[in-house]
């Protein structure tokens, strides 16, 4: 079994930073694509950020040149730098991940997510 687990989310005032961490855990194989997704409240979920093991990387219009995506490898990790943050950057974010397992092959995992709160 793989788990998610984020952290790092909670009040900012606009213009603010914070950084998200998700670490993946569990019989892990590799991993392939991570990536993290918000929901406001009465929306849809939508991507925010990819990164590739690779370390390619895909931004949502509304983020780029705000948000950082990276990765530690070694360490299961995926991370997202937010800067200069918004009140509708306000949502819970999720971490999602494309894991190849020991035992169950190739699985699409997501965390329980992490709320974001954007307001002065």
Partial sequence: ???????????????????????AS??????????????????????????TAGGSTN?????????????????NTVYLQMNSLKPEDTAVYYCNAGVVTAMSGYLEVWGRGTLVTVSS
């Fill in 26 to 51: 569990g019989s892990i194989f590799s991993i392939g694509t991570m990536g993290w997704y918000r929901q406001a409240p009465g929306k849809q979920r939508e991507l925010v950020a990819t990164i």
């Fill in 59 to 75: 931004y949502a219009d509304s983020v780029k040149g705000r948000f950082t995506i990276s990765r530690d490898n070694p360490k």
């Fill in 1 to 23: 079994q793989v788990q998610l687990v984020e952290s790092g989310g909670g009040l900012v005032q606009p213009g603010g930073s914070l950084r998200l961490s998700c670490a």
